[in-house]
């Protein structure tokens, strides 16, 4: 473990800040809070929630929150992983996990927004269940029934919980673009979906010897480390913890959370440089070398 961040780099900004995000998720000391009430979370449930449909529904959605955190910081670890043992820096895969991180971190920030009442943030978990039913298109009656009933749980709970106009969930990938930047999203995407140019390009890169791909792949990683570090810093808001203790739960191995956040941050910056150093410097149209490369 770094417990040191003074030579920071990409590899040790994954794997710390997955272990940040899983033990905030876990920490032992706290039990769920909701910030906009006195009430306790199970007196709400036992006012809102109902026994045939969705009996909890405010302790669902901190759940959901939760679950989002420790799958982001999943991601990141393997990331971490994939960068510590790969011969090579692989250009698709860690594109591919900084975009699953993103959206996992913004699913999390839109259900943890601390200023939201309790009944806002039920709507928001209900919404976000509606949203992903569109995507999952599953005949499993197990999943569908999931759905029915938040559905039938909102609906008879409805002039409850919206006192004022719901939130409504945007498409999933404009929730990326809402909290953290929409046009980084999209690059990933590229490597996702096997994007044709992409594709051609990232040959003609690797043609020329140009180390813009590999760049692009190293920021990713460093970028969605600092997104799920902004992600924590709002969790730990809504369950009011201290993330400075985060590290005498874990042990000393981690590094402060302000110097190692400060510290991604810097990296970032340091990679945006680079990338654009690299960006300068590469002339795909005018290409005096084979369109072929060996082995290939």
């Known amino acids: ?61 901190h759940r959901l929150i939760r679950f989002y955190l420790v799958s982001s910081g999943e991601t990141l670890y393997s990331a971490s992983k994939i960068l510590i ?37 039920i709507c928001r978990a209900y ?5 992903g039913s569109k995507e999952y298109l599953s ?9 029915d009933r938040w559905g039938l749980f909102y609906r008879g709970r409805q002039k409850q919980l919206t006192p004022r106009r719901a939130d409504q969930v945007p498409k999933y990938s404009r929730l990326v ?6 046009s980084m999203y999209s690059k990933w995407s590229r490597p996702v979906h096997g994007n044709g140019v992409w594709t051609a390009t990232s040959t003609l890169l690797e043609q ?5 791909r590999q760049i692009d792949s190293v920021r990713a990683t460093a970028r969605s480390a600092l997104w799920l570090l902004c992600t924590i810093e709002q969790v730990a808001n809504l369950w009011s913890i201290d993330l400075t203790e985060i ?49 290939m």
């Open 127 to 131: 919404n976000i269940l509606l949203q």
């Open 85 to 121: 043992d790969s011969p090579t820096i692989p250009l698709v895969a860690l594109p591919s996990i900084a975009r699953t991180s993103a959206e996992h971190c913004s699913r999390a920030k839109f259900l943890a927004d601390p200023d939201l009442t309790y009944e806002q943030r």
């Open 177 to 182: 673009g809402l909290y953290f930047d929409e």
């Open 247 to 295: 590290r005498s739960y874990q042990g000393s191995e981690l590094p402060e959370w302000h110097e190692f956040r400060h510290a991604v941050e810097v990296l970032v910056e340091q990679l945006d440089v680079l990338h654009e150093e690299a960006r300068r410097t590469t002339n795909l149209v005018d290409n005096q070398t084979p369109y072929q490369m060996e082995g």
């Open 1 to 61: 473990m770094v417990s040191q961040v003074s030579d920071l780099d990409a590899s040790s900004a994954a794997l710390i800040s997955a272990i940040f995000a899983t033990s905030t998720a876990n920490f032992s000391e706290f039990p769920y809070s909701e910030p906009s009430t006195d009430k306790t979370i199970k007196y709400i449930d036992g006012q809102l929630g109902d026994e045939s449909h969705v009996e909890d529904p405010l302790l669902t959605t």
């Open 208 to 212: 020329q010897n140009s180390n813009l």
């Open 139 to 147: 005949e499993n009656p197990e999943f569908t029934e999931i759905i």
